[in-house]
Every structure is written in C-alpha cells, then in structure tokens.
C-alpha cells in the first residue's frame, strides 16, 4: 500500500479554491530591529499572489474564537477565510493583509493544514481595516 500523495492534495485544494474563490494579492511589510537604537526599521514590502474563498460564520466555525472575534465575524468586521498553499511564496501570518470585496482585511492569524510536512492551505482569521501603506512588523 502506497502513502497518502499530500501534492496531490495540494493541487486539489488549489483547485476548488480556484473555483469558487479569487486570486488576492497578499502582503507584508519587511521589518528589522535594531537592538542598539531600539528602533524597528521597515524595509520593501513583499507581496504573493494568493487564492482565497471566505467562510461563512457559523456556530462551527465560530467556537475556536474569542467572544470579541465572533462579534466582530457577525457585524461583518472580521471574516474566515481558506487560502491555498500552493504557490505563495510565504505563509500568511499576523500582520498581512489583501483586499477583498474592495475592502482591506488584516490577518489576525494563520492555521495551516500541513500534513507530513506539505502545507495544502491556510484557514486565517481576518479583521476589517488596516492600512496598506502603514508598515506593520
């Protein structure tokens, strides 16, 4: 018996993200700290291509969240979203944002599903707002 192909897996998420989603570009901006001055220093912001589909809430969905996140999710303020691994060149992660539905949404956090080592996506939490031109670390 042969092991589970997770590429394979990897593709197909890409896949049906594919279909019912969008392609978003995902952002970040580059930071350093420089212990001697105490100053963070930003750097180039760096951006991937990234295909999204939005979660509904739900009670399922919503029990792994805080009481303020879920109040945030049901006034439409901050929304779950599944993004593909395959083809990102980084992995999202707090302080990201994209622009979705002409609206811009910051990562709060990223979870993936990485099987054996192979991420096949990301299920992150989103808020509504943050700046694109503001650096963020």
Not at 18 to 43: A, E, H, M
Request: proline share 6%.
């Amino acid at each position: 018996m042969s092991g589970f192909d997770y590429k394979k897996a990897q593709k197909t998420a890409l896949d049906l993200i594919n279909k019912f989603g969008q392609i978003v570009t995902l952002s970040k901006t580059n930071s350093t700290y420089d212990p001697v001055t105490g100053q963070v220093v930003f750097s180039a912001k760096d951006s991937t291509s990234a295909t999204v589909v939005s979660l509904p809430a739900s009670g399922a969905n919503l029990q792994t969240f805080d009481d303020s996140f879920k109040e945030d999710l049901n006034r439409g303020k901050a929304r779950l979203f599944y993004i593909a691994a395959k083809g990102l060149s980084f992995e999202p992660d707090a302080g990201q944002y994209f622009e979705f539905d002409g609206k811009t949404w910051e990562l709060a956090g990223a979870t993936p599903l990485n099987p054996a080592g192979t991420p096949v996506l990301y299920m992150v939490g989103v808020n509504l707002g943050g700046n694109p031109n503001t650096p963020t670390s």
